[in-house]
């Protein structure tokens, strides 16, 4: 089966601080792609980064760096100097080569106070 | 250019009524999804269409939900005899192909509240 896991339901930081938010998957196929997504309060889930399971390297877009690691099953994301309008929820996404749904984690609730 | 849009924003619906949600891809996107996000959670699938072929549809909770797409263009939802646990967000995707390297772009979604 398989599955998404996004173990931290909210986080709180301060401005400019650092923040990493976790997501651990679960499946059997060996192509895979894994995903981020920002869904600010408006409700409209922003695309930030696709990944695929043969691609390992770590990718860096600004503040944004994710980090891929199939040892653990991980897709980690990272914001450098958190700003408040980082402020959303975060949903990291699984989908099979063999299939064309989004499986998604039950998201993580970023807090950036000014 | 413009993206996905999907109306009504918010709806809702007495116990027992007939709801239809639309959904206005981007123009030229052959695949189209729903999902069903519920408080809280993670969106959840619903159906997929190619074109006006509804590929899979074994993500809906049952059989008062039916969805189309006649056209391959603009996609309605309908829910038959709502109930309250159909109350969620109803988000709508398109994406240009089929394959999983394409990405899907997601509308705002409607939020059916069934009371």
């Known amino acids: 089966a398989q599955k998404v896991t996004q173990a931290q339901t909210e986080i709180s930081v301060v401005e400019k601080e650092d923040v990493t938010l976790d997501c651990v998957y679960e499946?059997?196929?060996?192509?895979?792609?894994l995903f981020w997504y920002k869904q600010p309060p408006s409700g409209e889930l922003v695309f930030l980064i696709r990944?695929?399971?043969?691609?390992?390297q770590n990718e860096i877009s600004g503040r944004y760096s994710w980090n891929f690691q199939k040892s653990t099953s991980s897709f980690n994301f990272t914001i450098t100097a958190s700003q408040v309008v980082d402020s959303a929820v975060y949903f990291c996404?699984?989908?099979?080569?063999?299939?064309?749904?989004?499986?998604f984690g039950s998201g993580t609730r970023l807090l950036v106070r000014p | 250019g413009a993206g996905v849009s999907q109306s009504p924003r918010y709806k809702v619906a007495k116990r027992g009524q007939d709801v239809a949600l639309r959904c206005d891809p981007i123009?030229?996107?052959?695949?189209l999804f729903w999902y069903q996000q519920a408080l809280g959670q993670g969106p959840e699938f619903l159906t997929y269409?190619?074109?006006?072929?509804?590929?899979?549809k074994s993500g809906l909770p049952s059989d008062r939900f039916f969805a189309e797409r006649p056209e391959g263009s603009v996609s309605t939802l309908k829910i038959q005899r709502t109930q309250q646990e159909d109350s969620a967000v109803y988000l709508c995707?398109?994406?240009?192909?089929?394959?999983?390297?394409?990405?899907?772009?997601f509308g705002p979604g409607t939020r059916l509240t069934v009371t």
């Open positions: 995707a398109s994406s240009k192909h089929q394959g999983p390297t394409y990405e899907q772009y």
């Open positions: 123009s030229g996107h052959v695949s």
């Open positions: 499946t059997r196929d060996t192509t895979y792609y």
């Open positions: 269409f190619q074109n006006e072929a509804q590929l899979d």
């Open positions: 990944r695929n399971s043969f691609d390992e």
């Open positions: 996404a699984l989908r099979m080569d063999s299939s064309y749904k989004l499986i």
